[in-house]
């Protein structure tokens, strides 16, 4: 948590209190299902919480927007991403029933007004956003093709990024990029000094 207050020395009370509820609540769901990776667990605020984080370093989503977490998993990026912009819509997207309803737990619990987890494929939902999230395991290609028609036509946003994806990404991903030639590609070890963000980054393109 000293990492997320060093960062974000913003945040309000109940901002801070939620992301500090986050551990012990996915160290109790984890012992059921391995929702974060038990190897990394023991480092959970730099390698869940602020990696994914550093999307809202690189952009503030605007109130009244709406945002995919494609894959969601157990939560993550929308969840730290929700609790940081509240005004911001969050639909957290995830195939797997039981991956969802660990999120729906932890979204009860916390009182997450503003976060909806849906068990659907994100291919088959009928929804437009402004933005989509994700922590990409998959080629930066495929997700694209998957979500490719779930924007919406107007963007409101005032900079020069407008409607498109927030890849979070690690390790050289050139190739990855080449049919993609208008990314922007953010390194966080801009934003965040501890070794483990050297290969971290943030990806965006467009829709």
Not at 98 to 119: A, S
């Amino acid at each position: 948590m000293e990492l997320i207050k060093k960062y974000f020395p913003y945040l309000l009370d109940k901002q801070l209190n939620q992301l500090h509820s986050l551990q012990d609540l996915y160290s109790y769901w984890n012992s059921y299902v391995n929702v974060i990776s038990r190897k990394t667990f023991y480092d959970f605020y730099q390698r869940h919480v602020l990696f994914c984080l550093g999307i809202a370093k690189v952009y503030s989503f605007f109130p009244g927007s709406c945002v995919m977490d494609l894959g969601t998993g157990g939560g993550f990026p929308g969840i730290p991403l929700s609790i940081v912009f509240p005004k911001t819509e969050f639909i957290l997207v995830d195939s797997v029933m039981k991956k969802i309803k660990i999120v729906k737990n932890i979204v009860h619990t916390l009182h997450l007004e503003n976060v909806k987890p849906i068990c659907i494929r994100a291919e088959k939902l009928e929804k437009k956003f402004d933005f989509v999230v994700t922590r990409a395991v998959k080629k930066i290609e495929t997700i694209h093709q998957w979500i490719k028609n779930k924007f919406k036509d107007k963007s409101y946003s005032n900079s020069k990024i407008i409607n498109g994806t927030f890849y979070l990404k690690g390790g050289d991903i050139s190739d990855e990029l080449k049919k993609f030639p208008n990314a922007m590609e953010y390194s966080l070890y801009h934003y965040f000094n501890e070794p483990f963000f050297i290969t971290k980054k943030v990806v965006w393109i467009s829709n």
